[in-house]
C-alpha cells in the first residue's frame, strides 16, 4: 500500500465484491492510493478467489460475502445489475454500523430498488457508476488507471447522510476520477442514450453481419476496418452484464430506440430521394460532437479510431483500450 492519497482519511476495511474488470480496477486503485487499510476481495468462484490471490489484488480473499463484510466501513458491490438485490439480502444483516455501501452497476434505477430495502438502518448507501470499461472482463482485465479523468456518477436516494456521500466522492476523486451527482432516474436516461443504445447498435449490427448469406464471415473480418471493426470492439462486451442492463432499463432504452428508429427513417428517406444536403447537414453536425468529445479529454484525436493503447495490465495478451 502506498502511503496514502493526501486530503483522503483511508477506510479501514474495504470489501469489494465480485473481482472482475471493475472490482479488479478498484482494487488496484485503492491499493496504488492507498485508500483502505485493509481491502478484502469476494468472489463466488475458488478459479477467480486464486487467480485474484496470485495476482496479489487483496489482503485477504473469500467466497464468504456475509462473513466478509462484519467490520467493513466500506462495502462495493461490483457484480451484474440483476445480481445486487440477492447479495444486498445475503450481506444486510452483517453490516457493521455505519459502514457505507455502494454498487458501480450500469443501471441506477433498479440498483436503488433492488439493494435499499435490504440495507438496516444506520448503513448509507450511496451508488455509483464507473462511466468507464473495456471489453474485457475478469481480475485480469482490470488496472488502476482505468477510472482517471473518467466520469463517476453518484446517485444516492434522497436522504442519503450527505457526509457519506461526501466520503464516495473523494474516494472516487482519489482514484481520477471526475464526479457528478445525479437522480437514478437521470442517470438511466443520459446512459440510455451514450452507452446503452450505442451497445445495441453494436450488437445488433454485428449480428446482422453475421447472418449474411452473400457475404462470408472471411470477408467481414478481412474488410472489417472499413468501420465494422470498431462495432465488434463494443459487440463483444460481456454477454451477462448488458443482458442485465437492457432487461433493468428496459423504459429508457425504449424510449430511446423510438427516437433513433425515427431518426433513422429520416436517414433512409434522404438517401432515397437523394437529399445529399440533408446528409452532408447531419454529418457536419455530428463531427461537431465527436470534436466536442474530444475537446473534453474524453478521447484522442489519435488515428487509431481515437482510442489510446496504455500498457497492458499483467496476464493481459493485448494492451487495454480506453474507452
Ligand atoms: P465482470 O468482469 O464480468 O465481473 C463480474 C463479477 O461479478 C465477477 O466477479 C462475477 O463472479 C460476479 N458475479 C456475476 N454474477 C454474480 C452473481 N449472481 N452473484 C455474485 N457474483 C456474481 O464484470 P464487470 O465488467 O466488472 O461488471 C461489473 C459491474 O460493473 C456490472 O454491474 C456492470 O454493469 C458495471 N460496469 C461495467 C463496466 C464495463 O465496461 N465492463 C463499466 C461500468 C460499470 P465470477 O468470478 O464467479 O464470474
Not at 176 to 194: C, Q, R, S, W, Y
Not at 258 to 277: K, S, V
Not at 289 to 315: C, H, K, L, M, V
Amino acid at each position: 500500500m502506498s502511503a496514502g492519497k493526501p486530503g483522503f482519511t483511508p477506510f479501514k476495511r474495504l470489501v469489494i465484491i465480485g473481482v472482475g474488470l471493475i472490482g479488479s480496477s478498484i482494487a488496484r486503485a485503492a491499493r496504488k492510493h492507498g485508500l483502505a487499510e485493509e481491502i478484502v476481495a469476494v468472489d463466488r468462484d475458488a478459479d477467480v478467489r486464486a487467480r485474484v490471490t496470485a495476482l496479489g489484488l487483496a489482503d485477504r480473499v473469500t467466497g464468504d460475502a456475509s462473513k466478509a463484510v462484519v467490520e467493513a466501513d466500506h462495502v462495493i458491490l461490483c457484480v451484474p445489475v440483476m445480481a445486487n438485490g440477492a447479495l444486498a439480502a445475503a450481506i444486510g444483516p452483517h453490516l457493521a454500523k455505519g459502514a457505507i455501501v455502494s454498487d458501480v452497476g450500469s443501471v441506477k434505477g433498479s440498483v436503488v430498488r433492488d439493494v435499499a430495502p435490504h440495507l438496516p438502518k444506520g448503513i448509507a448507501f450511496v451508488p455509483a457508476h464507473p462511466v468507464a470499461g473495456t471489453e474485457h472482463s475478469g481480475p485480469e482485465a482490470g488496472f488502476a488507471e482505468l477510472f482517471v479523468n473518467r466520469w463517476s456518477i453518484l446517485t444516492p436516494p434522497e436522504g442519503t447522510d450527505e457526509a457519506a456521500t461526501a466520503r464516495i466522492r473523494a474516494f472516487w476523486e482519489a482514484m481520477g476520477a471526475n464526479v457528478e451527482i445525479m437522480t437514478p432516474e437521470h442517470h438511466d436516461l443520459v446512459l440510455a442514450i451514450t452507452s446503452h443504445v450505442p451497445h445495441l447498435i453494436a450488437y445488433n449490427i454485428v449480428g446482422t453481419a453475421a447472418d449474411m448469406e452473400k457475404v462470408t464471415q472471411s470477408e467481414v473480418i478481412k474488410f472489417s476496418a472499413g468501420g465494422f471493426r470498431d462495432f465488434t470492439r463494443i459487440a463483444a462486451s460481456d454477454p451477462t452484464m448488458w443482458r442485465d442492463v437492457f432487461l433493468t432499463n428496459k423504459d429508457a432504452v425504449l424510449e430511446m430506440l423510438g427516437r433513433f428508429n425515427e431518426d433513422l427513417l429520416a436517414l433512409q428517406r434522404m438517401i432515397r430521394w437523394g437529399d445529399g444536403d440533408g446528409l452532408h447537414e447531419l454529418f457536419t453536425r455530428t463531427r461537431t460532437i465527436r470534436r466536442g468529445i474530444i475537446a473534453s479529454g474524453q478521447e484522442t484525436p489519435a488515428p487509431d479510431f481515437g482510442r489510446r493503447s496504455i500498457p497492458p495490465a499483467p496476464g493481459n495478451v493485448e494492451p487495454e483500450k480506453i474507452r
